[in-house]
């Protein structure tokens, strides 16, 4: 039997940074939601624990044996080492470092369907200790719902209610690193930043009083990111100037930005638009729950 898990793109659609830790970590607030679009992972019970990794951009994915599909499976296996596994296939159509969660996603979507090949709940112990070994992201992606995520990415809230979202995501086809656009906010050990705090989001919230609350919320990393990466600046110019656009922002340390939308329509006006413009660029109008 082959199991299958869709991996959606993980969008921050606010992330405030609250300050650094002593020991190094950054401490965060941010509401994430998933999108439509995603990776692919397939699962065949029985064999050997392999990866194979094919797709549009699976030449950037890296080492198959370095994936974070095969650590999140080991660091299941060193906490129930009786687990059942088996060999993964995953499809890989989301850019790589691009801010989208996509690695985290994948991993946390191995855990989902080792879960169900063994009768785990995906709320488990020690299911979520090994989503926490695996990565900072890969926690809030193990159930894909809109929900706020704080702390270093170990902190979640309920799963949120929030009415669709229609949007336009745009990565330059660049990969930035996370650790570097940190490197650039300079923030010390023990440093805490005070610029606001985070707007109120509620459940079922009407869709006018959630765009009120994202315009008052922003993503501390963008100015960092946009100075390690001149693209990300074009592409936030090209959203804000889209007809239509509610709101325009990088989801988290880039360089894939998101634009909201009323209505799908528009959204894919908007998406049909950028892509007749900007050839080059990975260009996707989605839904963002």
């Known amino acids: 039997m082959t199991r299958h898990a869709r991996a959606p793109a993980k969008i921050n659609l606010t992330l405030h940074i609250l300050g650094r830790r002593a020991d190094g970590y950054h401490e965060l607030e941010s509401l994430t939601a998933f999108a439509g679009v995603c990776d692919h992972l397939y699962f065949e019970a029985g064999a050997p624990l392999s990866l194979t990794v094919e797709g549009p951009t699976a030449p950037a994915a890296g080492a198959n044996d ?95 209610d929030l009415p669709p979202l229609c949007a336009v995501l745009v990565n330059p086809r660049i990969a930035v690193e996370t650790r570097a656009v940190f490197a650039k906010l300079g923030l010390q050990a023990g440093q805490a930043r005070s610029f606001g705090r985070h707007p109120e989001i509620g459940q079922a919230m009407a869709r006018a009083d959630l765009f009120a609350a994202l315009r008052k919320g922003r993503n501390d990393m963008e100015d960092a990111a946009g100075i390690l990466a001149r693209q990300i600046v074009d592409v936030l110019a090209v959203l804000s100037a889209a007809r239509g656009c509610r709101l325009a922002r990088m989801s988290g340390s880039g360089a894939t930005c998101f634009a909201l939308f009323e209505n799908r329509r528009a959204a894919v006006a908007a998406a049909r638009s950028v892509r007749r413009s900007r050839p080059d660029w990975w260009v996707k109008a989605t839904v963002l729950r």
């Open 66 to 160: 370095d994936n974070l599909v095969l650590r999140a499976a080991r660091n299941l296996l060193e906490r129930i080492p009786a687990a059942r596994t088996g060999a993964f296939r995953l499809v890989k159509y989301l850019p790589v470092a691009a801010g989208v969660g996509g690695g985290s996603s994948d991993a946390a979507a191995a855990l989902r369907l080792l879960c169900d090949e063994n009768g785990l709940t995906y709320d488990d112990a020690r299911v979520l200790a090994a989503a926490r070994a695996t990565g900072a992201d890969v926690p809030v992606c193990l159930q894909p719902h809109a929900r706020m995520m704080a702390g270093v990415g170990e902190k979640l809230g309920p799963a949120l």
